[in-house]
């Protein structure tokens, strides 16, 4: 049986929109992804070639809800891929998924990864009805580290050795956010 087809949601703010990934995406997206000191923090070595990054977004394309979803970030006024925001290794039935985002360098120190991760956070708990979403990060990722300490994120510990990229072994620090926390503020 085919996958059923869920509509991707678009998120927005002023100055940003969030939408479902398409494949002449892959050119932005390969801006970030080839950039060896944009993905010194990542999950996976820098890409090399530009077939990479069209798999990688093909891939963003063709999620399952349930378990993760991509955004690509955009501007509003003109719709240029500028990184990505995302939810992933979702547990949906236990209401928790770890999230992920990387923004072109080019527009790094502008407030988009924080804007556009504050968004996909009120979809997660207001939307998806999630308790808990966490973010690894690594320890020298200091610009990660304020991110998810702006919006709320509490460090909950040290995981020695906790992700394989390429051939070297990385810890990570786990933050976490509960919903019950989120725009607590507010």
Partial sequence: MAKQSIPHPVLSTPRLRLRQFRVDDAEAMHQCFADPEAMRFWNHPAYTRPIESERAVRNFIDCTPSYYRFWAVTEAGNDRCLGLVNYHDGHIRSRRASIGYIINPAHHRQGLATEAVSVMLDFCFAELGLHRLQAFIHPDNTAS????????????????????????????????????DWRRQG
């Fill in 145 to 180: 580290i304020g991110l998810v300490e702006k919006l709320g994120f509490s460090r909950e510990g040290l995981l020695r050795d906790n992700l394989r990229v390429g051939e070297i072994w990385r810890d990570d620090l786990l933050y976490a956010l509960l919903a019950k």
